[in-house]
Structure formats: C-alpha cells, structure tokens
C-alpha cells in the first residue's frame, strides 16, 4: 500500500508500519518505518523540510542514504546476517520529491558470490519510481 502526499506519523502505524529510531548517521535520515509484506521487506519515510534542497525538493544524498540503507539492510540479511559493505552503489533519479509524501523503499538480492552481492533497490511514492539503483557489496567476515 503506498501513500499519498500528506501522510501522517499518527496513520503509518494503522496501515502496518513500525517506526524504527536508528542510532548512527541513519538515525539522522529517520525515523525510518519498516513493514514486511510478501514481496520481502519495504522501508519508508515521511519526508519533512529538512529532507528538502535549496530547490524544495528531496535532496538526492539523503534519497542516496535511504537506498543504500535498505540495500545493505537487506543484503545482509540474504548474507545470513553477515556484515555487507557497499563497493558501488547506482543511481538513477526519475522524479523529485516533496515535503509531506511519504516514500517506500525495497531491495532484491540479484546474484551472490562467495565474497560479494549484487542489489537492485527502488524507492517510490504511491507507487511510482521516483529512484532506483544498483550495487554490489562485499561480505565482510567475521
């Protein structure tokens, strides 16, 4: 289920979000929320004005942070929870966004060898790409 510009925090928990408070940068980027629905699981955010660039629009690092959360989120989970870290990531913006929308953003495993994984990830609003992206990762061992 996507959502429509004007979401509110008090809505997402009814619609079968959690709110995730993360420590490290990504806890600067968040709240994050999390769901888990059949395809795997998404990730979203309520962008605010702070999220925002000069030009008032989602800034494309903070949309690069949020991709490259959730891409190594689940990366790491396909990696039986071993540690991935990002070699390369891809990026290809498609269409701006704005304060008050809320984004949901997911990522599929696409090959994995013994030291690395290939990612693709989609970041969208009611369910139009607004960016998608690649990356590899390596398996960092314990």
């Known amino acids: 289920m996507s959502h429509s510009t004007g979401t509110s925090e008090e809505l997402l928990p ?28 998404r990730y979203g955010l309520l962008v605010e004005e702070r999220h925002l ?18 891409i190594s989120t689940v990366a790491w989970e396909a990696c039986d929870r071993t540690p991935c870290v990002t070699l390369q990531l891809d990026s290809q913006f498609l269409a ?6 809320f984004i949901e953003a997911s990522a599929t495993l696409e090959h994995r060898t013994k030291g690395m994984v290939f990612m693709r990830g989609r970041v969208e609003v009611d369910g139009a790409a607004v960016m998608v992206g690649q990356a590899i990762l390596k398996i960092v061992n314990r």
Do not use: Y
């Not at 701006?96 to 929308?101: F, N, P, R, S």
């Open 14 to 41: 009814l619609q079968g979000w959690k709110r995730r408070d993360l420590a490290g940068f990504i806890g600067t980027t968040g709240p994050l929320w999390t769901r888990r629905d059949d395809s795997g699981w």
């Open 96 to 101: 701006a966004v704005k304060a008050g929308q």
């Open 53 to 70: 660039n000069p030009a008032g629009v989602m800034h494309g690092g903070a949309l690069c942070t949020l991709l490259d959360h959730v």
